[in-house]
């Protein structure tokens, strides 16, 4: 499996800001960068704004299967405007097809002008790292 496939799995990422922090989020991985929604829900707008260093890491254990694969990044994240598109494209991995048949909890925020999303770029392209053995 490469690393694009890996993380095109709706998979849990857990994200580390310096507090320290860290929390699970939903991502995409897109251009480069990986990609999460912040609202006025969240303080990890004033968090990155204060210090935009991050560090990432998606994994899997499955032992029945003997997957134990990780990804694992730092770099900086910073929050930008809402691109919708984008943010469907994210939540539709997750919650499947259509606003419409979401939660309002995932819905609603993306009608908040505080919604953003939280650009997150590696220093270095994310390696996949078979963890198996």
């Not at 494209?89 to 993306?110: E, I, N, Q």
Request: hydrophobic share 45%; with cysteine.
């Amino acid at each position: 499996m490469d690393v694009d496939d890996f993380l095109a799995r709706p998979l849990v990422a857990r994200v580390a800001t310096n507090g320290p922090e860290v929390r699970p989020v939903w991502f995409l991985w897109e251009d480069g960068a990986f990609w999460w929604l912040t609202g006025s829900y969240s303080r990890m707008e004033r968090i990155l704004a204060a210090d935009p260093r991050v560090a990432l890491v998606i994994d899997t254990c499955d032992l029945a299967a003997g997957e134990v694969l990780s990804v694992t990044c730092r770099g900086t994240a910073e929050a930008v405007p809402l691109d919708l598109p984008r943010a469907l494209r994210k939540l539709t991995r997750y919650l499947g097809p259509g606003p419409h048949t979401w939660p309002a909890r995932f819905s609603d925020p993306l009608n908040d002008p505080a919604t953003k999303l939280i650009r997150f770029t590696p220093d270095h392209p994310p390696r996949l790292r078979d963890l198996s053995w």
